[in-house]
């Protein structure tokens, strides 16, 4: 990336941070990255201390000053949003869409210019450089701009390049995909506490196994059925707590999860649609 690249984010929410946060501990000077929101401007001086990026209050500059435009503003908001700086906005820039479900070309069509949009799905681990992020191109987007979002989304973790359609279902997967991890973790502590452990040591155990079985999956790279196979003794304990979670149905209920997650992202694009029809 030049130094002269300027990226500017519409929105300053826990996305925005988690991508700022990542993109300045690797390539990026936080002088390249000028931060705007809607009207927080507690907000914004947090994110000019914490990160060193330039704020600005004045959107239609920051936008009209940048070689990247990020839309990190939520889909219900968009369509103000976009429209608010759509006039400042020219076919020489890049627009990186993080909106859940919302298309490359509804974003192109509330600019109301031939504009190259690429449209991503990030995750917050951003913040410690461990997204797991999908990219996908737009109509007026080219295999360089697909590079330079690439390179963008490399500095935060790692990145998939798929067909736009398929950003719905990442979203459900791997977007919202932490938070159903972390809702595992607030129930382990919570059995920790119901079973008498000691919270912080059960805090250090719990986080210790679900790392360390993150990392089994990648470096010995077995099927995750044949790892849990390698746990549960005939008989013995993970066969009697796995035999409750087959009760409660638990495999189901992480798969409902994520359809009804990808269909939702689905209907927040129909929405931002019918919202401005
Ligand atoms: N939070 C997450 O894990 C992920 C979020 N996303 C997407 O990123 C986007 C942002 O999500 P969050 O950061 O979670 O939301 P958030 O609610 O934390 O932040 C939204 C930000 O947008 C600003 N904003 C709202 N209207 C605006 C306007 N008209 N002009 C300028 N700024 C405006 C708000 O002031 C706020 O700073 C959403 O579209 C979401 O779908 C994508 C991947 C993961
Ligand atoms: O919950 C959401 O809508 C956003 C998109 C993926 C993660 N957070």
């Not at 000028?34 to 507690?42: F, G, I, P, Q, Y």
């Not at 719990?206 to 360390?212: A, N, P, S």
């Amino acid at each position: 990336m030049k130094q002269e690249t300027t990226v500017a984010f519409i929105g300053a929410g826990s996305m925005a941070e988690a991508l700022i946060s990542g993109m300045t501990k690797t390539l990026y000077q936080p002088e390249q990255m000028v931060v705007t929101n809607r009207s927080d401007a507690k907000r914004l001086e947090y994110m000019q201390q914490t990160y060193g990026v330039r704020i600005e209050t004045d959107k239609e500059k920051a936008v009209s000053e940048a070689d990247i435009i990020i839309l990190a503003m939520k889909p219900k908001d968009a369509a103000e949003g976009i429209a608010s700086v759509a006039h400042v906005i020219n076919e020489q820039q890049l627009i990186i869409s993080l909106l859940a479900g919302v298309t490359t070309e509804a974003i192109v069509s509330l600019i109301g210019k031939q504009v190259a949009v690429v449209r991503a799905m990030p995750n917050t681990s951003a913040a410690i450089g461990q997204s797991a992020t999908a990219i996908a191109l737009g109509h007026y987007a080219t295999d360089a701009h697909l590079a330079i979002a690439k390179t963008l989304f490399e500095t935060v973790g790692i990145v998939a390049v798929v067909q736009e359609q398929d950003l719905h279902a990442v979203t459900g997967l791997s977007g919202s995909g932490p938070a159903y991890v972390y809702y595992l973790v607030e129930a382990m502590e919570k059995a920790a506490d119901e079973i008498g452990l000691d919270r912080a040591v059960a805090k250090d155990l719990i986080l210790q196994t679900i790392i360390g079985a993150a990392h089994m999956l990648k470096a010995t790279n077995k099927h995750p059925s044949v790892l849990r196979k390698e746990v549960t003794s005939p008989g013995g304990t993970t066969e009697a707590g796995i035999g409750v979670l087959e009760h409660y149905r638990y495999q189901e209920a992480v798969i409902a999860c994520i359809k009804r997650a990808t269909e939702r992202s689905e209907e927040l694009g129909q929405a931002l649609l019918s919202s401005v029809k």
